[in-house]
């Protein structure tokens, strides 16, 4: 029999609904289908492998995948404390000219090969070679002319660094292989990453997901989930779609409204934790902040429990000076007290009144930060009824960071710190340091201060300089610390999750349930 | 020996276009806020770390000078490292380009064969309530973004009604092995019936919130266009002769009523390229529009002039193609 068009379209047109029934129907259940042990849905996507340079190196949040992947020559715990890593021991000679470095025995990478004294040392010399583009190559290039004696490492202390083995735990303080890296090149590398972490990479669609598998020789133990694949959702209202649709077992990150909401879901979990992310509003040494009269009534005037209770659903830590309680030079006894009278009087002082504000700009970034424009509306409004009249400019955070390195920032601009080894040199220090790239109040007063704390031997001495300088800050309102950013985590009630006050979602810290 | 001047006239629009389209993304992105190397600056760093980062990626120098040794390099082929990714920039491009172009082309067919649809039904029972029904339907779909329609088919399709994927091209568990990148037309050459649906799966979501608008849009216009055809000579005819009204839009009317569809579709189609790079982002789905709006947050200049030269390139290409299936669809044109 002849097959006609009309023949020939019927048939189409069923195949077409069968094609589409199939798709939609059939297929149905196997979009449930267990993938892996555990999915997880991040918030950035991950543009390259190598840890130790470019741009993704000093990105804080991707650390957590890298974390998995790599080893750090010095681990962290969940507290931030510091713990063994691939060194098991380390420290400096008695006059600070060297350091030495205990290699662990029986790590190994990825391949199987053995981790060895010398992929350490090729990693720290690596590291501080400037033509590697290592971001953090001025702490690493202050070490050199090392030696290997068995699984010890020494080196000669070009410069003294007191944060080096910190350092060590925090960006680009990877070990990496060199016998894999040498014989594959930077592209075979990104094609093929081999650490030494608990996880090794399956399977990288860019843009897309990483699919992991356990070491199983990890020397830490092997992870309890044995396949993880890490989705890169950048959109938050994805995110909650991936766990409310149970296609992601963790998700973080997302607003605290649907982190209430979520938690409360049947089969889900919630663990909300203060990271070493805090919100702060930098202060320019140009007018009208040149008068401390301003900057104290500007710091007075913010009730910044208020901003946690009604724009944050009360997730949140109030902070005092630049150092969250998890950090090394955290100081209670600082405190600036929320004193709006205070602050009318300090401006009266300097002939300002709501008659008469005081007038400068203030610069922020929108949806960078959970409710960072809100928060800074609230504030613009709390300054309002002392006599501070600010006008929000909002930019994006890249243009705040040309800003801030051309130190041509507004009078007041709002951003976040995150410093996750806790140490005062890395947030007070870099922060408000003048020659600094990233300090934004270059006072004489502070240089004098911090200056000789950079290369203080004395940790006591070092610790207790960084409070004296914090206890300044207060006293001069030369930075307004707002708040320590909690972390929102939901995840099904099958996985356990432990986490980390570095803000890492790291799958090595998770387990089944039970 | 007047096609050939048309030819050559066209190539050399398309050529300056391009080049007018280059020097304005490489000094408009350079003068817009936000610094690379001022996102990466180390604490500690000092001028000198400074200036060696400037020299490392090559932006030391004048404006003018980097343009024309980008210039240089892109005609022969290099279009420069990427800062974020650390890879030759064509090869993140071309990588990913071809994801786009499926997403987009499977929206573009969705939106064409919904569009027609709508209209072929709006006419056949036009002047009826089945005709203001398609009119609601339309203004609806063409009232609502398709980032709107991506987050509203995300509620409903992938969390209340769970039967698509939310996110990604492919099932992590699914590792083809293809030898392009184009994965759905090559699962289909090679009947891997698995892959086709995995990423059918994955794809129609964001297919549809890209397709609804436009399918509206093709729907209004080509609706209008077949009223008007409707009422040709040559139409009556073919009712005079006994064939029933949906023979009449199908065989006779639909043809001459494609034209001006036809080149508004083209241009709609650049629109829904453009329309990737947010949804692309809503379904993480691992297009060029995706990587664009990174590119863009890391200030990666090399990698936004591929992405934006490489749009350009489309959207030139898209529109010869339009012209010339005009060309052949329009016998006036063809025959003139």
Do not use: C
């Not at chain 1, 202050?142 to 080096?164: H, M, Q, R, Y």
């Not at chain 1, 700009?361 to 006599?387: C, L, N, S």
């Not at chain 1, 300090?439 to 004296?468: F, N, T």
């Not at chain 2, 091209?169 to 892959?195: A, G, K």
Request: overall charge negative.
């Amino acid at each position: 029999m002849p097959l006609t068009r009309r023949d020939l379209m019927k048939r189409g047109a069923a195949g077409v609904a069968g094609a589409t029934a199939l798709s939609s129907g059939l297929y149905v259940p196997r979009a449930f289908a267990q993938e892996s042990d555990l999915t997880i849905a991040y918030n950035v996507n991950l543009p390259s492998f190598d840890p130790t340079v470019g741009l993704s190196a000093v990105n804080p949040t991707i650390q957590g995948i890298y974390q998995s992947i790599f080893d750090q020559y010095i681990g962290q715990e969940p507290d931030l404390s510091m713990r063994p890593g691939i060194l098991t021991d380390w420290g400096w000679n008695d006059d600070r000219t060297k350091i030495h470095m205990t290699v662990r025995e029986g790590a190994t990478w990825h391949d199987g090969s053995p981790v060895t004294p010398e992929d350490v040392v090729w990693s720290l010399e690596r590291a501080g070679n400037p033509d590697t583009g290592n971001p953090i190559q001025f702490v690493w290039g202050k070490i050199g002319g090392f030696s290997i004696d068995g699984n010890v490492v020494s080196a000669d202390v070009k410069e003294f660094e007191p944060t080096l083995f910190k350092w060590m735990a925090f960006l680009t303080g990877y070990v990496m292989p060199k016998a894999y890296y040498e014989k594959v090149g930077a592209d075979g590398f990104e094609a093929a990453p081999v650490g030494s972490g608990p996880y090794k990479v399956d399977r990288f669609e860019r843009n897309a997901f990483l699919k992991l598998s356990a070491h199983e020789g990890y020397w830490g133990g092997a992870p309890a989930f044995k396949s993880v694949i890490i989705k890169f959702v950048p959109d938050a209202s994805s995110r909650v779609a991936e766990i409310d649709s149970g296609k992601s077992q963790v998700v973080f990150d997302i607003t605290y409204e649907e982190f209430d909401r979520l938690k409360a879901k049947s089969g889900l979990k919630g663990v909300t934790t203060p990271i070493s992310d805090i919100a702060m509003i930098f202060i320019n040494d140009i007018e009208p902040m040149t008068d401390k009269n301003v900057r104290l009534a500007a710091s007075y005037s913010i009730d910044k429990q208020l901003l946690i209770d009604r724009l944050l659903d009360g997730y949140g830590v109030k902070i005092d000076t630049l150092q969250t309680p998890e950090y090394s030079a955290f100081d209670p006894s600082t405190v600036v007290p929320y004193d709006p009278e205070k602050a009318v009087e300090l401006l009266k002082a300097s002939g300002f009144s709501t008659d008469n504000p005081v007038k400068f700009k203030i610069q922020t970034t929108r949806g960078f930060k959970p409710k960072d424009h809100e928060m800074i509306q609230a504030i613009v409004g709390m300054w309002r009824k002392v006599g501070i009249e600010a006008e929000i400019e909002v930019y994006e955070i890249a243009k705040h960071y040309e800003l801030r390195a051309t130190d041509t920032l507004a009078p007041a601009a709002f951003y976040n710190w995150g410093n996750s080894i806790g140490d005062p040199a890395t947030s007070t220090g870099f922060a408000m340091f003048g020659p600094s790239p990233h300090s934004v109040w270059d006072g004489q007063e502070m240089i004098d201060m911090i200056g000789p704390l950079w290369g203080e031997p004395d940790e006591e001495k070092r610790i207790a300089g960084y409070k004296a300088v914090d206890k300044k800050i207060a006293e001069d309102g030369l930075a307004i610390p707002l708040l320590q950013y909690v972390q929102p985590i939901v995840f099904s009630d099958k996985v356990e999750v432990t986490p980390s006050v570095s803000g890492a979602v790291l799958p090595y810290l998770m387990k089944p349930a039970g | 020996m007047t096609a050939l001047r048309a030819i050559l006239t066209r190539a050399l629009m398309t050529a300056i276009t391009l080049f007018g389209v280059a020097v304005i993304v490489f000094v408009v992105i350079r003068v817009a806020p936000g610094d690379p190397i001022a996102m990466m600056l180390p604490p500690g760093a000092s001028d000198d770390d400074i200036a060696h980062l400037r020299a490392l990626y090559g932006l030391d120098k004048s404006i003018v000078q980097q343009f024309f040794i980008w210039l240089g390099n892109v005609l022969q082929g290099d279009f420069g490292t990427s800062i974020s990714i650390r890879q030759p920039v064509s090869r993140i491009v071309l990588n990913r380009l071809p994801a786009t172009l499926e997403l987009s082309l499977l929206a573009m067919t969705i939106a064409v064969l919904f569009g027609g649809a709508l209209a072929f039904f709006a006419t056949r029972f036009r002047e009826t309530p089945a005709e203001t029904g398609v009119d609601i339907i339309n203004g609806i779909a063409l009232s609502v973004p398709d980032f709107l329609w991506g987050l509203a088919l995300i509620l409903l399709l992938g969390v209340a009604w769970p039967v698509f994927e939310i996110s990604g091209r492919i099932s992590p568990s699914l590792d083809p092995q293809f030898s392009t990148q184009f994965y759905l037309l090559e699962s289909i050459l090679r009947l891997r019936l698995d892959v086709t649906l995995d990423l059918l799966d994955h794809m129609l979501m964001p297919a549809l919130a890209l397709a609804l608008p436009l399918a509206a849009v093709i729907a209004q216009l080509l609706k209008v266009s077949l009223k008007e055809t409707m009422n040709q000579d040559y139409v009556m005819l073919a009712r005079t002769k006994g064939f029933s009204e949906s023979h009449v839009i199908s065989h006779d009317a639909f043809r001459n009523a494609l034209l001006p569809t036809l080149t508004l579709t083209g241009i709609q189609l650049t629109f829904l390229i453009g329309g990737t790079v947010i949804i692309e982002r809503l379904f993480s789905y691992e297009g060029l529009g995706n990587l664009a709006i990174d590119a863009v947050i890391n200030r990666d200049l090399p990698l936004i002039q591929g992405i934006v030269l490489l749009f350009a390139i489309l959207f030139v290409g898209i529109n010869l193609a339009v012209d010339l299936l005009y060309t052949v669809l329009n016998p006036r044109l063809r025959h003139g």
